[in-house]
């Protein structure tokens, strides 16, 4: 699997990279420069060189690409309702309530066991789990539940690329990385340019330099800084 020698970015890249807690720019500047076609160059404050483009598609080559980028959340709590009836509605009676209380959902998993009955699990801001199990935990009783798992020690990591789209078995490598390095993925979520997995907080430095090592992003970000 070859890995993209260019350093710049499409607006959605970075838009992703943002929204998944990387730090480079501020959200709103980038749907501003994007709404409008304004390219946007990031460069470095302690080093010279061209830095990072931020442009539109037809504006840089898209030979060999692959990850743009790995972005991070240290501020994720997962909560999981046990044992909840399996029929129609049910995301919608446990999701409403938390929605309701203005408290936003991240990633979601269902799981259907053999019994009829399923788990339901997903992510919060930390700052809003208090709140969020208070929620969960009453929903189980009304729903008769077998009751609520929740985790604090908890992040999320995502892999960003429009290679995603024409490249198939990134997945398959991000997970078996992290396999070779005995990190157990607790939940996945993909969209059309991004993989997140949660992990242990435990091992978010490993996972983070052994998928930095294993897709050649420090190689892009030293082409980025000549």
């Given at each position: 699997?070859?890995v993209?020698?260019?350093?710049?970015?499409?607006?959605e890249?970075?838009?992703?990279?943002?929204?998944?807690?990387?730090?480079?720019?501020?959200?709103?500047?980038?749907?501003?420069?994007?709404?409008y076609?304004?390219?946007?160059?990031?460069?470095?404050?302690f080093?010279e060189?061209?830095?990072t483009?931020i442009?539109?598609?037809?504006?840089i080559?898209?030979?060999d690409?692959?990850?743009?980028?790995?972005?991070?959340?240290?501020?994720?709590?997962?909560?999981?309702?046990?044992?909840?009836?399996?029929?129609?509605?049910?995301?919608?009676?446990?999701?409403?309530?938390?929605?309701?209380?203005?408290?936003?959902?991240?990633?979601?998993?269902?799981?259907?066991?053999?019994?009829?009955?399923t788990?339901?699990?997903?992510?919060?801001n930390?700052?809003?789990?208090?709140?969020?199990?208070?929620?969960?935990?009453?929903?189980?009783?009304?729903?008769?539940?077998?009751g609520v798992?929740?985790?604090?020690?908890i992040?999320?990591?995502?892999?960003?690329?429009v290679?995603?789209?024409?490249?198939?078995?990134?997945a398959?490598?991000?997970?078996?990385?992290?396999?070779?390095?005995?990190?157990?993925i607790?939940?996945?979520?993909?969209?059309?340019?991004?993989?997140?997995?949660?992990i242990?907080?435990?091992?978010?430095?490993?996972?983070?330099?052994?998928?930095?090592?294993?897709?050649?992003?420090?190689?892009?970000?030293?082409?980025?800084?000549?």
């Amino acid at each position: 699997m070859k890995v993209r020698r260019r350093v710049d970015l499409l607006f959605e890249e970075m838009l992703e990279l943002a929204s998944l807690g990387s730090k480079v720019l501020q959200i709103r500047s980038v749907e501003f420069a994007g709404k409008y076609k304004v390219p946007l160059r990031v460069l470095s404050t302690f080093t010279e060189g061209p830095g990072t483009l931020i442009t539109l598609e037809d504006a840089i080559s898209m030979e060999d690409p692959l990850i743009s980028g790995i972005a991070f959340a240290r501020d994720e709590a997962q909560l999981t309702v046990a044992g909840v009836p399996d029929r129609p509605g049910i995301a919608a009676a446990i999701l409403g309530p938390i929605g309701e209380a203005n408290i936003e959902v991240d990633m979601i998993v269902q799981n259907v066991g053999a019994d009829g009955t399923t788990d339901f699990t997903f992510t919060v801001n930390r700052g809003e789990y208090d709140r969020a199990v208070e929620i969960a935990n009453r929903i189980a009783q009304e729903l008769n539940a077998k009751g609520v798992r929740s985790a604090l020690d908890i992040v999320k990591v995502s892999l960003v690329g429009v290679g995603m789209r024409s490249h198939a078995g990134i997945a398959a490598k991000m997970f078996k990385i992290l396999a070779e390095e005995r990190i157990n993925i607790r939940m996945i979520s993909t969209s059309e340019i991004k993989i997140s997995v949660v992990i242990e907080d435990k091992y978010l430095e490993l996972a983070v330099r052994s998928l930095h090592q294993a897709f050649e992003l420090a190689e892009l970000a030293a082409l980025a800084a000549r």
